[in-house]
């Protein structure tokens, strides 16, 4: 089915360890972005992605680092997990564009718990 | 700085009592105000666009409006399935794609 799927949905280790989430999406969209969702924060922005091989922080990307080789394909990687970074992790896609209005869309969210 | 506030953190509803939910913004310039719905375990699934004040969109039971410095999502007549997480999202017009998020209204709609 096309859309946007994340994996795993469900993640647990340890502070220290590296961790990387997969995000993959079947529309094509130009943009993706990675978002985490904490009680009393709502939805942060961690980077986001324009195009393949052109990516840039959003608002609290500190500890994490995204690559984008490919269009469909936007892992986000915790490279010394922390117990702060336990947290639902959200990927979404939108259509392209500098002036696009479009809507981003989601996917269903991993939820990694470090210990 | 842009600041996106919901109001209330939570509603509980009888099943068929319409209320309002508040989405105030502070941004420098509007591109755009996106309603999102959130089920528990799920991700936000978009409902809606509007671009400028005046501008209202509906679908079924639920019907938003846009203000210049606020925006309403109406619930009609509410049914169970109505119960989510309500979000409510800006994108300033100097944002680049990006979106700008409030925390939400947390909604139980009971029988």
């Known amino acids: 089915d096309a859309g946007i799927t994340q994996s795993p949905r469900y993640k647990i280790t340890e502070t220290g360890r590296q961790v990387t989430l997969m995000c993959h999406q079947t529309?094509?969209?130009?943009?993706m972005f990675w978002y985490r969702q904490d009680l009393g924060h709502g939805l942060r922005l961690i980077y986001y992605?324009?195009?393949?091989?052109?990516?840039d922080k959003g608002e609290v990307p500190d500890g994490y680092v995204v690559s984008r080789s490919k269009t469909e394909n936007f892992p986000l990687t915790l490279e010394s997990a922390t117990r702060s970074q336990t947290s639902v992790y959200f990927c979404?896609?939108?259509?392209?564009?500098?002036?696009?209005?479009?809507?981003?869309?989601f996917g269903d969210g991993t939820r990694l718990s470090i210990l | 700085e842009d600041q996106v506030t919901q109001s209330p953190e939570a509603l509980r509803l009888q099943e068929g009592e319409s209320s309002s939910l508040n989405c105030s913004y502070t941004?420098?310039?509007?591109?755009?105000l996106f309603w999102y719905r959130q089920d528990p375990g799920k991700g936000p699934e978009f409902l809606f666009t509007?671009?400028?004040a005046g501008e209202e969109k509906e679908k079924e039971r639920l019907k938003a409006t846009l203000t210049k410095k606020e925006s309403f999502l109406h619930i009609t007549a509410p049914k169970p399935e109505d119960s989510a997480t309500y979000l409510c999202?800006?994108?300033?017009?100097?944002?680049?794609?990006?979106?700008?998020f409030g925390a939400g209204t947390q909604v139980v709609v009971t029988p």
């Open positions: 979404a896609s939108s259509e392209g564009g500098v002036r696009s209005n479009q809507p981003q869309h």
């Open positions: 509007l671009y400028s």
């Open positions: 941004v420098s310039g509007l591109r755009g």
């Open positions: 992605s324009a195009a393949a091989d052109i990516t």
């Open positions: 999202a800006v994108r300033p017009t100097d944002s680049w794609g990006k979106l700008q």
């Open positions: 529309w094509s969209h130009s943009y």
